[in-house]
């Protein structure tokens, strides 16, 4: 027997994977496979660069809300991060040294956009904008949650002499020294910009239509001490990211499904606290306070806004925006807000992940179809009859209460396991059965009743029925389901 399962292993073809996207996820499930020796893969990258949303967001500002050290791959800590919370800048250059030094870069095929995957004959066939084919075995999707801007729909947007662009397209070739900035949105973009042009520009308008909680961010700088330190002995790096991880899902990630917890509470007092102790101006102070519990939409962190929002050239306009004219803004009250420059910071289309892909599933089910009222899917990796194809940082995600660096390489963990089965010969086909999906989104719709994103505001965290499209549990939770498969919830064919 052990001679004739040999011959088995020996004659059983390689499997192919075809990974979507060479942003984050992309980029680890590349050096994962290597690392697990199944090396007939293909990273298929629309844009000629990888890196994802640290690519494509390059406006002023712009770094993580996630500390340094927690948002790096386990395989490949970084004792020479800048900043206790690291601009975009050095962000990109980390992902792209790893990819580098893991040589997984000859794996990845720039400027191919997929268009088509359907699944035909046990096997994926890949389309690419350019007409190019590909097949595959297995299909795992890394195409990111914050991808796919949305615009905002304004009259005579089209009207502006000025420029206009969204935030995750920023046009360096615009100047915006000693110009007039309008801004329209409040998020976390909208914040890092107003903070990184308010000094240089002539005047600055932020638009706002909801007032955003502001979190006091320290973003204390590394030294070249602590850096050396760091290089010299790694488990002090270690220690420090252990350390940073249990704070921030005591702190963090863990009070935010729990409405009602101290943890929580402590956070509100925080961000109440920074509002009232940095805004002098009672009038502006109203302005900015919102009328919702903190976190209930994605929390703001920043460690100087509501300074920069003080500036003399700067302008919080709370009138609504009525039109776009060829010369600026022109909101409800009659005003004119002349401008020169417009940011639409009006964040992503959360709700695409696979999309605009068209993607056919067994006997020609098409994806569209199965999300026409929202995505889902089950533990945000597995669709139902959607076999062999994965996700990372999928529908109902931890997208915003976790590392999403973390968060991917326990799913990945957790993909390769259902892999396993299929290259033991115990099956040739693996998905998510309607049912557990069905189970999955009931308990997590019953569970989210429980965290502040369901306290009383309008978020991009919600679905169409209101309910939060994120993990409201907590991390120890995501941790131990992530752990191993359970097969009762899996179709093997």
């Excluded at 302008?315 to 803004?329: A, M």
């Excluded at 006997?363 to 062999?388: C, Q, T």
Aim: glycine share 8%; hydrophobic share 40%; charged share 25%.
């Amino acid at each position: 027997m052990p001679d004739q399962e040999n011959r088995d292993e020996q004659e059983r073809p390689a499997p192919r994977f075809v990974v979507i996207g060479a942003g984050m996820a992309g980029i680890l499930s590349a050096i994962k496979l290597q690392e697990a020796g199944l090396t007939d893969f293909t990273v298929y990258e629309k844009a000629d660069r990888l890196g994802g949303t640290w690519r494509e967001n390059t406006y002023p500002g712009v770094g993580c809300d996630v500390p340094s050290h927690l948002y790096r791959y386990s395989f490949a800590p970084n004792p020479d991060w800048s900043h206790l919370f690291s601009p975009g800048a050095e962000i990109l250059a980390y992902l792209e040294e790893v990819a580098d030094r893991h040589g997984i870069m000859d794996t990845i095929r720039f400027g191919h956009e997929i268009v088509r995957c359907d699944f035909e004959g046990g096997r994926w066939a890949i389309e690419t904008a350019d007409g190019a084919t590909d097949t595959a075995d297995f299909v795992i999707a890394a195409t990111g949650v914050l991808h796919h801007p949305a615009y905002p729909h304004i009259d005579g947007l089209d009207s502006f002499t000025g420029a206009v662009f969204h935030s995750a397209r920023w046009d360096h070739t615009v100047p915006t020294e000693g110009r007039r900035i309008g801004i329209i949105g409040t998020g976390s973009s909208a914040v890092q910009i107003v903070s990184a042009l308010v000094d240089s520009v002539g005047e600055l308008a932020l638009f706002q239509r909801t007032a955003q909680w502001i979190f006091p961010q320290e973003n204390s700088q590394f030294s070249e001490e602590d850096r050396a330190r760091f290089r010299a002995d790694p488990q002090l790096l270690q220690s420090m990211h252990e350390g940073l991880s249990r704070t921030f899902a005591d702190h963090f990630a863990n009070a935010v499904v729990n409405a009602e917890s101290p943890e929580m509470q402590a956070i509100e007092q925080l961000c109440l606290f920074n509002l009232e102790s940095n805004v002098e101006d009672p009038g502006l102070r109203e302005r900015l306070r919102p009328t919702y519990r903190a976190a209930c939409k994605r929390l703001v962190v920043s460690p100087d806004f509501y300074q920069a929002i003080q500036r003399p050239n700067a302008h919080l306009v709370t009138e609504e925006i009525d039109r776009i004219e060829p010369q600026g803004i022109r909101t409800r009250d009659g005003v004119l807000h002349e401008l020169d420059v417009i940011v639409l910071a009006t964040g992503f289309r959360v709700d695409r992940f696979l999309r605009p892909m068209q993607v056919t599933g067994r006997n020609g089910v098409s994806l569209d179809a199965v999300w026409e009222k929202r995505p889902s899917a089950y533990l945000s990796i597995s669709i139902p009859e959607f076999p062999n194809l994965f996700m990372l940082n999928g529908p109902n995600g931890p997208v915003g209460n976790f590392s999403l660096i973390e968060v991917a390489e326990l799913q990945f963990a957790y993909i390769m396991q259902l892999v396993e089965l299929a290259l033991s010969g115990q099956c040739r086909e693996i998905s998510a059965t309607t049912e557990a999906l069905g189970r999955f989104d009931e308990e997590r719709a019953e569970a989210a009743k429980r965290t502040v994103w369901m306290t009383g505001c309008s978020s991009w965290y919600l679905d169409d029925r209101g309910v939060p499209a994120a993990w409201p549990w907590n991390f120890d939770r995501f941790r131990e389901v992530m752990a191993a498969p359970d097969l009762d919830d899996y179709e093997l064919a």
